[in-house]
């Protein structure tokens, strides 16, 4: 009971602070300017029309009272004039656009502040009936299943390998691992770069942490119970638990591949969303290799295979749905920060797989694995526009 005496201290006296409106503080606001942070969620053409949903991020109230729409000042209509904290505007401008044609628009605030949004060619958004959220479904499968699945083809060439090139092969999942952590880091800090909304760039650090500090404690928890009734001591890391968390790792990874691939159609960039679909397609393939190479001394049956490749390929399609619902870049840069805090929690795993019988863990082999991987990385990441 004593420990909870600060906390009732503390909640009494924010309570007080709260009654009192904050005596004092008033005056400190005085001559400041309102802190804007709008952030563009959809933008969707129709005829004659270009249709912008738009969020407050920020602290303060938003209005907008223009937009500008490549240097011309056109009339729109909104429906929400003020915005407070957290309240979402859908913003429809009269325009002629231009099939093909790109844009560049600008939301000016009632203070001066401009928002900027761009249309990278110009097209007819699609209904989002049914048939449209298949047909996203079926771009996460496109993107994650099937280059998921043709990479584990690799598995009858990983059994047939000797000891040592298994540790190489090993070698190059880290490699292609670790390069994820870095790009799906490196992705999500661009997202939230600039802005402060929802933490900024920590929310990338809380996704990190938050994935690999769960995968850590499931993976110490399954190793705790299995076989504990019988050796009494916890069982060491399995070929098939690793693999699992490899496709635990890979497919957080590709939740955020689907997101930026459903954002893009969900703003407008048709011909961006497809250029990603071709560059994730071939960048994915990869993946699969990732999740058979511990196994290679194993037989898994084919079901245990399909289960894995859905875990690492599935989560695309999720995310595809997610992002041509809402294009959120606070959420995207968290979900790509879960991604990368799980692929980076399993390449950790797999190091000391790498040890040769002398218990060396960087060999010319091993080293040379890790190269190339993160050079296959690397070559299949340029097909990625981004």
């Known amino acids: ?109 009632s203070i ?48 047939r390998s000797s000891a040592a090139w298994v540790r190489g092969l090993l070698g190059v999942t880290v490699g292609l691992l670790a390069f994820l952590t870095f790009d799906a ?15 900024g760039p920590l929310v990338v650090i809380l996704g990190a942490l938050l994935s690999y500090l769960v995968l850590e404690a499931t ?24 693999a699992l968390l490899i496709a635990v790792g890979i497919g957080l990874h590709n939740l955020g591949e689907g997101l930026a691939i459903g954002s893009a159609y969900a703003v407008g960039s048709l011909a961006l969303g497809a250029s990603l679909i071709i560059g994730f397609a071939i960048h994915n393939t990869t993946e699969g290799l990732a ?16 289960v894995l490749g859905l875990i690492a390929g599935a989560p695309a399609v999720l995310g595809a749905l997610i992002g041509s619902t809402v294009y959120q870049p606070t959420l995207g840069a968290f979900l790509l920060g879960l991604g990368a805090g799980a692929v980076g929690q399993v390449a950790v795993k797999l190091l000391p797989m790498l040890k040769d019988p002398e218990g060396k863990t960087f060999t010319p082999l091993t080293a040379g694995g890790i190269v190339a991987g993160l050079a296959v990385m690397f070559g299949t990441g340029l097909l990625v526009v981004a």
């Not at 429906?79 to 401008?93: C, D, F, G, K, R």
């Open 112 to 159: 001066g502040g401009k928002i900027p949004a761009a249309i990278d060619a110009a097209a007819l958004s699609p209904e989002r009936d049914g048939s449209f959220f298949g047909l996203m479904a079926l771009l996460g499968v496109y993107v994650g299943v099937i280059p998921v699945a043709l990479g584990m083809l690799w598995m009858p060439f990983v059994r």
């Open 1 to 109: 009971m004593l420990g909870l005496g600060p906390l009732v201290l503390i909640a009494v006296l924010l309570g007080l602070f709260s009654l009192l409106n904050g005596p004092g503080l008033s005056r400190l606001g005085q001559g400041v300017p309102p802190k804007e942070e709008v952030a563009v969620e959809d933008v969707r053409l129709t005829p004659g029309q270009i249709i912008i949903t738009v969020r407050n991020e920020g602290p303060d109230p938003v209005a907008i009272a223009q937009v500008n729409v490549s240097d011309y000042y056109a009339a729109f209509t909104q429906t929400t004039e003020t915005m407070a904290p957290l309240q979402t505007s859908t913003i429809t401008v009269s325009y002629h656009w231009v099939d093909g044609d790109p844009y560049e628009i600008a939301l000016v605030t």
């Open 185 to 199: 880091t490196l992705e999500a800090f661009d997202l939230v770069a600039g802005t402060s909304a929802f933490g």
């Open 291 to 306: 999740i058979v190479t511990p196994m290679a001394r194993t037989r898994p049956s084919l079901a245990r295979l399909a």
């Open 219 to 242: 993976d110490a928890w399954m190793r705790r119970h299995q076989d504990l009734h019988t050796t009494g001591e916890p069982a060491a890391l399995s070929p098939r638990r690793l």
